[in-house]
């Protein structure tokens, strides 16, 4: 199983939750990162969107481990965690980073490596995963050239 796919499941920070808009898509809000942040201003942003399946009855309690320590990570712009609504044992998560070495460095965090050893038991299988370039939204600072 590659690093990046246990990263993208398990990584611990969050700096936005997710509103409807108007024309009933969800979109990221800011709860505190400022706009402009200027870590991302004249780089691309990495992003990261995941989905596990949890061992059955165990959803619950692997979504508090992956929202336990969800400050402290250097890079983190946005970190939601999200269930399935068709699938009761599914988990969404979508990341969006300053840079792919802050991601990988996030890896080495103290609070990370406890909560992959914690969560590792509780995940039956990983889903789709994917690597985006978000280019910004509601709560991020647009990307160089938008």
Known sequence: MRILALGC???LAIG?????QSQG?????DTGTP??????????MYGLIGQMTAVPGQRDALIAILLEAVSGMP?????????????ENAIWITEVWDSPASHQA????????????????LIAG???????EPLGGHGLALAPGR
Request: charged content about 20%.
């Open 9 to 11: 499941i398990l990584l």
């Open 25 to 29: 898509e969800a979109v990221a809000t």
């Open 75 to 87: 890079g983190c712009l946005s970190y939601v965690v999200a269930k399935d609504p068709a699938d």
């Open 126 to 132: 990983f889903g789709k995963s994917i690597e985006t």
């Open 16 to 20: 936005c939750t997710i509103a409807p």
């Open 35 to 44: 706009a402009g942040n200027p870590t991302t201003e004249g780089k691309a």
């Open 106 to 121: 996030s890896l080495s965090l103290p609070s990370v490596k406890h909560a992959i050893a914690r969560g590792k038991p």
